[in-house]
Every structure is written in structure tokens, then in C-alpha cells.
């Protein structure tokens, strides 16, 4: 579960390392009492991308970079976890339930606090009500990315999620490959590449080997599917025609630029 709140601003501003959990908007939100307690037992932590967070029983409080999140051991990823968020909460309230694992998209900087401290704290009530209260909404979440998986281009939601990790890092550099990006929209390698190619010759992206830098933001939010961001809604996507057949592979005009998103 993610409680919405950016630590970007709406420019996607510049990547701030040296973040803290007093910085987090969802700890500035505790009562005092359990902040002094939260905050004595925490620690900041950074993983790369790629990979897995494996400890259970605490929250993760999202300081910058983005978490996936990947049902039953899937590599494609139903929903992220971006700064300024809190991975945890549903596995709190069930530790014995079954729960998508996390691996962090992009290099992801966290504070880790235990679960009991905050929880005991607020009571287990308030963890009720905040986790029903969310459970609708992550649910249009999901039929919405369900929506746009079978309306939009590669493309467009390649473009969507560039976005979403440019963002999440607070515009720090994104260090990834095909085959991440693949497991993302869940769609083989050479679509990706094709989509990479045509978003590159745009002059909206450049592509290296793992690393991708992102050029013109509103000329990429132009050609982005859009969804998931403010004002454009699950409707939207679902009213939207179905996407003709794309080509698997680059045609000879694009051939050039085959590997650059290796």
C-alpha cells in the first residue's frame, strides 16, 4: 500500500540525496510521540535497482527512487511505490498474508522503521481504517494500468513511465535496460526497443547501454498515454479504442538505432 504524497514538485525538481525521514510527509504526519519513537528506531538505507527488499516487519518510508511491486513472483510490475510513500502497511496488518514482492526500479533510497512501533503506537484500528480506506483506490489503480495495458501503444506507456521513474528519482539518472523496462509494461524486449527508438529520434529521450536520460519532460508528457497522472482518470483509458497490432521489431528505417537501449 502507498499513501499518494510526492516529495517531487510538479516540475520533477532536482534530486535531493541527502533526504532523511523527518523529510518524508507521511512521518511529519505522526503524532510527536510516535515520530521521537519511529525516528530513534530507523534506519536510512539504499538499494540499487533491481533489487528486492527481503526484510518483513517494517514500513519503508520512500525518501527517493521508485519501488515495484510484483505479485507471485511475476516480472511484471502492478504498481509502484514512488517517494514520499510507505510500503508495508498491508503485510503489518497480515503478516501471514501473501504479498507482492518489492524490488526497487531505479536506485531507491529509504528509511526503514519497525512496524510494531508506529502500529502500537496508532492502534490497530487506525491501521484498519487506513487500509480499507485505501483498498478502493488501489483497485481503480490497478483497473486503470489494466486499461491502459490493453488501449495504449508501447509507446505511449513506455513514455508513461519514463515519467513515472524520472519523477520518483526526483530527476536523478535512470540506470535501466530493456528487460526492466520489458517486466514494467510486460511486453517482450524488441517492442521495448522499437518504442525506445521512436521516443529517441523524437529528440524526447537518449538511450545508452543501461542508462536513459531524459531530454524534453513536456515533450515526453505530450506523447505519453497520461494515465496515472492528475486529471486523467480510469474512464478515460477504458473508453479508449483498442490498439491496433504493433510490429514486434524496428523496420529498416530504424534499424540504426537497434541497440541503443541495451
Not at 3 to 16: E, F, N, P, Q, V
Not at 46 to 56: F, H, R, T
Not at 249 to 255: F, I, K, L, P
Request: aromatic share 4%; hydrophobic share 45%; proline share 5%.
Amino acid at each position: 500500500m502507498q499513501t499518494m504524497i510526492s516529495l517531487t514538485s510538479a516540475g520533477c525538481g532536482l534530486h535531493r540525496p541527502h533526504l532523511d525521514l523527518v523529510d518524508h510527509p507521511v512521518f511529519q504526519a505522526l503524532p510527536s510521540s510516535i515520530q521521537s519513537i519511529a525516528q530513534a528506531q530507523s534506519r536510512l538505507m539504499s538499494i540499487p535497482a533491481g533489487q528486492p527488499l527481503v526484510e518483513v516487519g517494517f514500513l519503508s518510508f520512500v525518501l527517493a527512487g521508485v519501488l515495484g511491486l510484483f505479485p507471485n513472483g511475476d516480472r511484471i510490475c502492478v504498481a509502484t511505490v514512488v517517494a514520499g510513500s510507505v510500503h508495508g502497511w498491508d503485510h503489518a496488518l497480515e503478516p501471514d498474508g501473501p504479498r507482492p514482492t518489492a524490488k526497487a526500479l531505479i536506485d531507491t533510497t529509504f528509511c526503514r522503521v519497525p512496524a510494531d512501533c508506529v502500529i502500537d503506537g496508532l492502534g490497530r484500528d487506525w491501521l484498519n481504517r487506513l487500509v480499507a480506506r485505501q483498498s478502493s483506490r488501489r483497485v481503480s489503480v490497478l483497473a486503470a494500468e489494466a486499461a491502459c495495458n490493453a488501449c495504449h501503444l508501447v509507446q505511449e506507456r513506455l513514455a508513461k513511465w519514463l515519467i513515472r521513474l524520472h519523477c520518483g528519482a526526483n530527476g536523478a539518472p535512470l540506470r535501466l535496460t530493456q528487460a526492466d523496462f520489458g517486466a514494467m509494461l510486460g511486453v517482450q524486449r524488441t517492442s521495448v526497443n522499437a518504442a525506445a527508438g521512436r521516443l529517441q529520434a523524437m529528440g524526447l529521450v537518449r538511450f545508452g547501454r543501461g542508462k536513459v536520460q531524459i531530454l524534453d519532460l513536456a515533450g515526453l508528457r505530450a506523447v505519453s498515454c497520461g494515465c496515472g497522472e492528475h486529471g486523467v482518470s480510469s474512464v478515460s483509458a477504458a473508453a479508449a479504442p483498442l490498439r491496433a497490432a504493433e510490429s514486434a521489431s524496428w523496420d529498416a528505417r530504424e534499424a540504426p538505432l537497434r541497440n541503443t537501449a541495451a
